[in-house]
Every structure is written in C-alpha cells, then in structure tokens.
C-alpha cells in the first residue's frame, strides 16, 4: 500500500515515563525521513507537541488539525506547515482521516483511544480502507491486545476486524506493516439472525 500521509494520534500530556517522549520524537523524525507528512491534532503540547516538533526538525511537513474551542487548551503550534481551525471535534477527525492514507496511535489517554476507535470503527464499516496501527512503546497496549482478543472469543469482533490493527515496536516495523496491510472485506456483524 502506498503511503503519503500519516494520522497521528497523541496524548496532549507527555506521560508519566520519558520512553513516551522519545518515542514521540522517533516517530516524528521517522516520518519526515521517510518523506511522509504528518496529520495531527494541532497542539504544541504533550506528545501532539514533541511528534510535530520531531517532525519539523527532520524536514517534514507538519499539518495540524485543532478545534477551535480546544486552540488555546492544546495551544495551537503556530510553526507548523499549516494549521487548520475548525469548528468542533467531528470535524477535527473527518479533516484528519480525510488527509491521511494510514492512521498511528502512540500512548495517550481518552482521546487518543476515542480517536483510534473511531477511525477503526469507520473502516469496519467500510467507510474507508485505511490501515492503522500502535505504536506499542513498552508495552503500553499491551493490556489493550489482550482486552480486544477477549472481544474477538467472546464474539462481539470478528478476527478479521481485530486483525485490522496493526502492532509495532518501532515506527520503521510499524510502517511496513502498515505498507502490507489489505483491508477487510467481512461483514461487520458477527452473528445476524434472518428477520
């Protein structure tokens, strides 16, 4: 699969272990090493801040993406390639997907997980045949794997929807992984009953 732009997703706070800070950097000088642009949510804090700021630094382009009620929470990065306000957060993760070929979480918190659900749930439905992927700095989804095999035996997702995220440990394995990735084609329902 070919792949020009690169979804983000981040947490707004660093965390609690430096690991996640130089993960963020690795992945961001990765992208722009690799040519590829990066979208993201537009804040100059956290690990939004640190993966655009990597990014930047190596070269690539930046694009960001921010509510404009969350512009001066997040606080808006004002030096990227270009930033985008707009009005609230369905627009901020339409815009988001709409500009990007694959989508890649790093550790974060509600939104991140909000964010990477979603984008999974659309191409579930087929709404879009986009791969995505963790970035799984030590260990952080580790607990999330286990939680979504235990989807899958108790059947609420198909093996084939749980196959849809990728894994990986470094953005180098992580990207090939995403370039190998072919969508799905199961229905989303599991067990449908004929009316």
């Excluded at 947490?11 to 990765?30: F, K, W």
């Excluded at 939680?147 to 997702?157: G, N, S, T």
Aim: glycine letters at 12%; one cysteine or more.
């Amino acid at each position: 699969m070919s792949l020009r732009s690169i979804c983000v997703f981040c947490g707004a706070s660093p965390g609690a272990q430096p690991i996640y800070r130089q993960a963020a950097e690795s992945l961001g000088r990765h992208l722009a090493e690799q040519g590829l642009r990066l979208v993201y949510g537009g804040g100059a804090v956290g690990l939004m801040g640190v993966v655009a700021d990597a990014a930047l630094a190596a070269g690539g382009e930046v694009v960001g993406i921010i509510p404009q009620s969350l512009e001066r929470a997040e606080i808006g990065h004002q030096g990227l390639s270009r930033l985008e306000v707009v009005d609230g957060m369905h627009a901020r993760k339409a815009r988001m997907a709409e500009l990007s070929d694959a989508f890649i979480a790093l550790p974060g918190g509600l939104g991140t997980l909000e964010e990477l659900f979603e984008v999974w749930t659309w191409g579930q439905l087929g709404y879009h045949g986009k791969p995505l992927g963790l970035l799984d700095v030590n260990g952080f989804y580790a607990k999330l794997g286990d939680f979504l095999d235990h989807l899958v035996a108790e059947r609420f997702v198909r093996a084939e929807h749980r196959a849809m995220l990728q894994l990986g440990e470094s953005p180098a394995a992580l990207l090939q992984a995403l370039r190998q990735w072919q969508p799905s084609v199961a229905p989303k329902w599991v067990d449908r009953q004929p009316d």
